[in-house]
């Protein structure tokens, strides 16, 4: 795992950059699928073909090797990197070639062909730009698509005019660019030998799909007489026809291109002619075209991940870095500290569990916080946090947690073993507000000693720097049973949800919320509950979270049989309830909580929709306020109600567009992670600050961010609910 002291460095020397590249890319992704009227239909198309040749894939994979022998090519499935490189080699050697050109490739990066090569005396020179001048910085990849994004045009420039002493120094974009194309362009006409990867490959045609920026890749093929092509498994795909929302997608989900600049559609050997350059007489038409062509197909664990039920979904991914770009902890970082010994991002959690292992995946699964932004970004719809959180499981399991003794009393969990003391303190924080609120406002004073802020440090990696929890002594829970109902004839009746903070710490909120439901016509219970498994879920305690879920549900659906709606405050415990309990619970259960349950404003804004009057809650008269959505909300598509709340209630409203807060529950806790947290939050600290902004109040819809703003401004966030209470 990187240390604070490495992600404060890598924030320092490529954050700046990185952050300004994948927030581009991500920004151009939603412009450019707001271009699409089919983007969902093409996304579930995407889908639906993977899942059906990840399904079929044995047959896929004997259907495609006849087709490419048919086409006079050969094909080689290589068990692991080993096998594939000795392969490689083999073709190089009878070639007897002595450079190698090759286009960018990620599976060629897994298997690392290069060192393999090099080993050999084989100068291997990569074409695309980024990679090329990652080769030649002697650095490692730090993103799918972009390899070179962490590095500034300025830093590229000093690169090359000290690798390279140019008789002009270089600096702009053009100069750079121009130098890479001559000097790669020499290079790529002394090649005997191209290696290029695939983004698709047919099993009916053996047609190869190369998606580039540059035109690399059709250089690489075009330019040698032996062609190698290396691509894991998955990438097969049944027929050419099914390109078509891959072709759609991919360059729109990854850079915010609507196409891009090259989509090569090969069926290799292709009948191109081999072209002697130093002949410049010949015309190009008499040069033959005796070509030869290897595929070379990887398993290196992709077989055993495609039976595990929880990994397989990894196999779907098409490299596209969205998942990459939309995550806040990689805008800050990037892939050098998000990443695993090849692949980057929150898809990287699944691919180097099941290519490398559980000890190269632990380095930086905990940097998934679950937020949820990548999965509507995804073209084919992986639940990546999912994966993550099944992988933090498995590393928890994987080996023995010192300490352990120290909160067994707390931890009433159903973790057999293994998860670290950190993550089994966070995981079983009903228990630690329970205690909080039984002992208040003691607990609260006792936490703030130097002593017990010293040993939360020391034990527990909670740093010293973020404000704690104010539990309340007397909990919603308590308040709402030591009241009679305010409603005689109700419209309607529902059951307010008490998570973990409205019921222990911010109980005023959870207060407005009845108050506004009952000024609605909304007969309100507040039963005892436990809590959503929200918590256990986050730091990969799968059988705890399981046990939170299937105990929620017995107390919930008495009330939805007896005709309650479910209402939640919290947007992290609704997602729970309408996305992760499908994960954790029966279907028939799930169905019933998932379709009776309500993010507060969400149950408002119908209620107000549906005839209830805006004139029974607090209004205003174009009081400005500033709000910001919590992550889940914005995943499930509820962030708008809110605002139209508001809205209707007189407010002037500014939204906040910066995704996440950074805070991420227990992430923002950790002093490991605390500083990336606040550099995350940074950028909605600067929105917030911003001229027409900095003056209003500001609202928060969740916990997490409630807690960041609050440590990022002077003036004190609430929860929307609150405004509208008479």
Not at 105 to 131: C, K, R, Y
Not at 145 to 160: G, Q
Not at 397 to 414: I, M, N, Q, S, Y
Not at 639 to 663: I, N
Request: glycine residues 8%.
């Amino acid at each position: 795992m990187a240390t604070a002291d490495e992600l404060r460095e890598l924030m320092r020397t490529e954050g700046a950059a990185i952050a300004e590249n994948t927030q581009g890319f991500n920004a151009g992704r939603y412009d450019s699928v707001a271009d699409l009227e089919d983007y969902e239909d093409l996304k579930q198309a995407a889908r639906s073909i993977k899942e059906d040749a990840i399904a079929d894939l044995p047959n896929l994979l004997d259907q495609l090797t006849e087709t490419v022998e048919a086409n006079g090519g050969t094909v080689y499935i290589a068990d692991d990197a080993a096998d594939a490189n000795e392969y490689i080699r083999d073709v190089v050697d009878e070639r007897a070639a002595d450079r190698v050109v090759k286009s960018k490739s990620m599976t060629s990066e897994e298997i690392e062909v290069n060192d393999a090569l090099e080993a050999d005396g084989v100068d291997v020179v990569e074409t695309d730009l980024g990679e090329w001048v990652l080769q030649v910085a002697d650095e490692a990849p730090s993103h799918i698509v972009a390899p070179a994004i962490h590095k500034s045009r300025e830093s590229i420039a000093a690169l090359f005019n000290e690798q390279f002493d140019p008789d002009e120094p270089l600096e702009t974009a053009e100069e750079l660019t121009r130098f890479a194309r001559e000097k790669l362009g020499e290079q790529i006409i002394d090649a005997e030998v191209g290696i290029t990867g695939a983004n698709f490959i047919t099993a009916d045609t053996g047609t190869m799909a190369l998606v580039t920026s540059e035109g690399n890749a059709r250089k690489t093929v075009a330019a040698t007489d032996t062609h190698v092509a290396v691509a894991g498994v998955e990438k097969v795909i049944p027929t050419v026809g099914d390109l078509h929302p891959f072709i759609e997608l991919i360059g729109r989900s990854g850079t915010g291109q609507d196409i891009t600049s090259y989509v090569s559609l090969l069926t290799p050997p292709v009948d191109t002619p081999v072209v002697d350059f130093t002949d410049d007489e010949t015309p190009l038409s008499e040069f033959d075209a005796d070509r030869d062509f290897h595929l070379v197909l990887i398993d290196n664990g992709r077989l055993d991940m495609r039976d595990d039920e929880d990994l397989r979904e990894t196999l779907y991914c098409i490299r596209c870095s969205a998942c990459s770009n939309s995550c806040a902890n990689f805008q800050s970082v990037g892939g050098h500290a998000f990443g695993g010994e090849t692949y980057s991002g929150g898809i990287a959690t699944g691919w180097e569990a099941g290519i490398e292992g559980l000890d190269v995946a632990e380095e930086f699964n905990d940097l998934c916080t679950g937020c949820t932004r990548c999965v509507n970004a995804c073209p084919v719809g992986i639940d990546i946090p999912w994966i993550n959180t099944v992988v933090r499981d498995r590393i928890n399991r994987d080996k023995d947690a010192p300490g352990e003794w120290l909160v067994d009393g707390l931890t009433p969990d159903e973790e057999d073993d293994g998860a670290p003391l950190q993550k089994r303190f966070f995981g079983n924080f009903e228990t630690v507000a329970k205690l909080g609120s039984a002992t208040a406002p003691v607990s609260n004073w006792l936490a703030e000693t130097t002593l017990s802020r010293r040993a939360m440090d020391r034990i527990l990696g909670i740093d010293p720097r973020r404000d704690l929890p104010t539990f309340e002594r007397e909990t919603l829970v308590d308040w709402a049973a030591s009241r009679d109902s305010q409603v005689d004839d109700p419209e309607r009746r529902a059951v307010l949800y008490p998570d973990l903070y409205t019921n222990h710490v911010q109980v005023d909120r959870g207060k407005a919320a009845v108050k506004v439901l009952e000024s609605l016509g909304v007969d309100v219970v507040v039963p005892p509950t436990p809590s959503s498994g929200r918590a256990p879920l986050s730091q990969g305690m799968v059988a705890t979270a399981t046990d939170h879920a299937e105990r929620v549900t017995e107390a919930l659906v008495p009330h939805i049989e007896d005709g309650r709606d479910v209402v939640v405050i919290e947007p992290s415990d609704h997602a729970m309830f309408t996305r992760e309990y499908e994960r954790l619970i029966d279907e028939a259960a799930f169905t019933d909580i998932a379709e009776h349950s309500y993010e507060v404003f969400e149950y408002v804004f119908g209620l107000l929709d549906n005839g209830a009057s805006v004139d029974s809650l607090s209004t205003v008269e174009g009081a400005e306020i500033a709000y910001h959505s919590h992550c889940q909300q914005r995943t499930l598509g509820l962030e708008a109600h809110t605002v139209a709340v508001l809205e209707d209630c007189g407010y002037d409203v500014v939204t906040s567009d910066v995704e996440c807060c950074g805070m991420a529950g227990s992430f923002g806790y950790k002093s490991d992670y605390y500083e990336l947290s606040m550099d995350v939050g940074d950028r909605l600290r600067t929105q917030l600050r911003d001229d027409g902004v900095q003056e209003r109040p500001v609202v928060a819809s969740g916990t997490s961010c409630l807690e960041q703003i609050d440590a990022l401004l002077e003036r004190q966030p609430r929860h929307p609910i609150e405004l509208l209470a008479t």
